[in-house]
T-cell receptor
Framework: DADVTQTPRNRITKTGKRIMLECSQTKGHDRMYWYRQDPGLGLQLIYYSFDVKDINKGEISDGYSVSRQAQAKFSLSLESAIPNQTALYFC??????????????FGPGTRLLVL | DQQVKQNSPSLSVQEGRISILNCDYTNSMFDYFLWYKKYPAEGPTFLISISSIKDKNEDGRFTVFLNKSAKHLSLHIVPSQPGDSAVYFCAAIRTGNQFYFGTGTSLTVIP
């Protein structure tokens, strides 16, 4: 089973609709992240959470909100979807203990199309 | 403001030759650098990393070089194989803080 899972994998929605993307992890990591990938722009950080009680805005948080329901779950919401939020969304986790070997582990992505 | 930049969106290399992917950064506080590889329809996966106290780290066919004075790192793949065809992202971090990713370079290895 995958360590980081995302649901749904694909989603088509209409402008103005509220949608939620969910992320679950079995790695036991404290830190979780949401990124979006657009062509030519790489991975842009939307929100991140260093533990259950910690939520931080990333580079492009406008139009998004998150909820850290548990250590293993981190959800991303689009309150009122707009077409320029069409993108590939990735969830990631990291151990976050400050060790040199820290890295992030990514989910498979959610492809979102807003019409 | 893009703190990590990959100026080459794409690169094509013949199988068996060397692939060199480049990455530049602006923040001198970064102390750890990573390369990720991404296949279509999959999330990025960790490939290799280097601490700022080193200038080279090697893992099989993959070597990462770090030039702190130039704020530049590169990933060398020797010999390149068709299975290496993917998008490569470099990332930088100040330990304990958030990651910053480059825009990616799409590598195509021609058989």
């Amino acid at each position: 089973d995958a360590d980081v899972t995302q649901t749904p994998r694909n989603r088509i929605t209409k402008t103005g609709k509220r949608i939620m993307l969910e992320c679950s992890q079995t790695k036991g990591h404290d830190r979780m992240y949401w990124y979006r990938q657009d062509p030519g722009l790489g991975l842009q950080l939307i929100y991140y959470s260093f533990d259950v009680k910690d939520i931080n805005k990333g580079e492009i948080s406008d139009g998004y909100s998150v909820s850290r329901q548990a250590q293993a779950k981190f959800s991303l919401s689009l309150e009122s979807a707009i077409p320029n939020q069409t993108a590939l969304y990735f969830c990631a986790t990291s151990e976050g203990d400050g060790r040199e070997q820290e890295t992030q582990y990514f989910g498979p992505g959610t492809r979102l199309l807003v019409l | 403001d893009q703190q990590v930049k990959q100026n080459s969106p794409s690169l094509s290399v013949q199988e068996g030759r060397i692939s060199i992917l480049n990455c530049d950064y602006t923040n001198s506080m970064f102390d750890y650098f990573l390369w990720y590889k991404k296949y279509p329809a999959e999330g990025p996966t960790f490939l290799i990393s280097i601490s700022s106290i080193k200038d080279k780290n090697e893992d099989g066919r993959f070597t990462v070089f770090l030039n702190k004075s130039a704020k530049h790192l590169s990933l060398h793949i020797v010999p390149s194989q068709p299975g290496d065809s993917a998008v490569y992202f470099c990332a930088a971090i100040r330990t304990g803080n958030q990651f910053y990713f480059g825009t990616g370079t799409s590598l195509t290895v021609i058989p």
